[in-house]
């Protein structure tokens, strides 16, 4: 059972280059997140999708794209990268569960991006 | 909107001392409150969390958390730390049944042999 998976787990990207990366997730869970987390400021959402062909934005949107056409998949877009997007990003999923795992995040080992 | 503070980025306590890290929450409805921890290198994993049953709450590894609403406080503690518990702690709220997890910033623990 694989769990989340992320690929790749190292980018470097010249300014304006665009890439995607790429989360997949075995568990069925309906909720999908995209974090990035840079040094002294924890997490910050980016988007999430609250199950297929619904996606929404986070505390820090810009500059990313997603979309989400199956259960299993939620590929996290930048169009045209820039040095402020140089950070370690995580994938995150949450199933509709109740009591002990209501709300449990699970996470993906993270994608580590460098943008010069 | 709901938000987190955690107080200290950095925590340094000699092996067998008392951990405490601490954490405090803003929300307009009743919270989810959870600690994760991040080892090198790696993807955040959960410790414990509050949903409103018991104020006290157990996780792994010895660690455990008291809810205090008077003070919107869900602060760490471990009565006695091991060098195995170094990492980054993560204070997170989310809304009962909701999607949106937010997250503190962070706060590295240093355990001194």
């Known amino acids: 059972n694989a769990g989340v998976t992320q690929t790749p787990k190292f980018q470097v990207l010249k300014t304006g280059q665009s890439m995607t990366l790429q989360c997949a997730q075995d568990?069925?869970?309906?909720?999908m997140s995209w974090y990035r987390q840079d040094p002294g400021m924890g997490l910050r959402l980016i988007h999430y999708s609250v199950g297929a062909g619904i996606t929404d934005q986070g505390e820090v949107p810009n500059g990313y794209n997603v979309s989400r056409s199956t259960t299993e998949d939620f590929p996290l877009r930048l169009l045209s990268a820039a040095p402020s997007q140089t950070s370690v990003y995580f994938c995150?999923?949450?199933?509709?569960?109740?009591?002990?795992?209501?709300?449990?995040?699970?996470f993906g080992a993270g994608s580590r991006l460098t943008v010069l | 909107a709901q938000s987190v503070t955690q107080l200290g980025s950095h925590v340094s306590v000699s092996e067998g001392a008392l951990v405490l890290l601490r954490c405090n929450y803003s929300s307009s409805v009743p919270p989810y409150l959870f600690w994760y921890v991040q080892y090198p290198n790696q993807g955040l994993q959960l410790l414990l969390k509050y949903t409103s049953a018991a104020t006290l709450v157990k996780g792994i590894n010895g660690f455990e958390a008291e809810f205090k609403k008077s003070e919107t406080s869900f602060h760490l503690t471990k009565p006695s730390a091991h060098m195995s518990d170094a990492a980054e702690y993560f204070c997170a709220v989310s809304e009962a049944g909701g999607f949106k997890t937010i997250f503190g910033a962070g706060t590295r623990l240093f355990v001194k042999a």
């Open positions: 568990m069925n869970h309906e909720y």
């Open positions: 995150a999923t949450q199933g509709r569960g109740q009591g002990t795992g209501a709300n449990v995040l699970t």
